[in-house]
């Protein structure tokens, strides 16, 4: 079923576009076969949490914004899931925060790199950081740790949705801030981020973008205030106890 196909009323009409997208990503050559694991997974924490933005995830996405918008050298990292379930959404952040989108990949290919980099061309996106690949992430083996020397290893802030966990760590060894975007608080990603977004990364990167419009003119005081109240282990643990004490009765299935 192509995605003008799968009627609006459906009850499950999310999921299946969802699902589409990623398996034209994979067809496409953007995604890779884990990554259908990877939509598997977060699909189930999704289900779980309601498929709504939690309060504290909403408050965590704000947070993400005055972050960014803080930050002197913003990066989006951008990997095959995200170029297939919301290009244009990610583009739209990186214009309303100032960011650079650097293609970084666990299972790296250069020919994959330039799929998504055109991709995202396509979605909007000017330049697109990724094929240089002449920077590291220190502590992890050479085709994982590799990066843009002037995009994510100068960033100060790195968005990292779907991260996994060792380089996660890793960029957090860099002093880095880091927003991780991951359906799964017990994840060791968001675990490791300084903010993370326990949240569907379609939901969740359109709505740092509003916050980020919305704060745009806050003075970076007030920003700073924000980030300083932000507190990454209150976040996980609403995340957690909405999945385990939430109920399957107010949902269509
Ligand atoms: P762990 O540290 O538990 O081993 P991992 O990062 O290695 O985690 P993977 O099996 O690679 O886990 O799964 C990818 C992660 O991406 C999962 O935690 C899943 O919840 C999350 N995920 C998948 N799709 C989305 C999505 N659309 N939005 C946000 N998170 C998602």
């Known amino acids: 079923m192509t995605e003008p196909e799968i009627p609006e009323d ?13 398996e034209a990503g994979v ?49 989006l990292s951008v990997n095959g899931n995200v170029a297939a379930l919301a ?4 583009v739209e952040l990186a214009d309303a925060v100032d960011a650079d989108l650097e293609v970084n990949l666990f299972n790296h290919t250069e020919e994959r790199v330039r799929r998504i980099a055109d991709h995202l061309r396509e979605h ?14 220190p502590g992890l ?11 994510i290893e100068a960033a100060d802030v790195v968005v990292v949705p779907l991260e ?15 927003i991780v975007i991951d359906l799964n608080p017990g ?7 300084d903010i993370p977004i326990i ?5 969740a990167v359109p709505n740092v973008t509003v916050h980020a419009r919305e704060l745009a003119d806050e003075p970076p005081a007030d920003l700073q205030a924000i980030v300083d109240a932000f507190d990454a282990e209150e976040a996980l643990a609403a995340a957690e106890a909405a999945i385990r004490e939430g109920t399957f009765s107010t949902r269509d299935s």
């Open 10 to 22: 459906h009850p499950r009409y999310a999921s299946l576009v969802t699902r589409h997208r990623i």
């Open 141 to 151: 083996e050479h085709a994982r740790g590799t990066v843009d020397a002037d995009g």
């Open 187 to 193: 994840s060791r990603s968001p675990q490791t981020a």
């Open 87 to 90: 290009p244009a959404e990610t």
């Open 27 to 75: 067809e496409a050559g953007i995604t890779s076969r884990q990554g259908l694991i990877a939509q598997g997974r977060g699909e189930a924490f999704d289900y779980l949490l309601g498929e709504r933005t939690l309060p504290s995830a909403d408050a965590a996405e704000r947070t993400a914004a005055a972050a960014l918008l803080l930050a002197d050298h913003p990066v």
């Open 164 to 178: 996994d966990g060792d380089r996660a760590e890793a960029l957090d060894a860099m002093g880095k801030t880091e």
């Open 124 to 137: 909007g996106a000017n330049e697109v950081k990724g094929l240089a690949a002449d920077g590291e992430i």
């Open 199 to 203: 949240d569907n990364l379609i939901r």
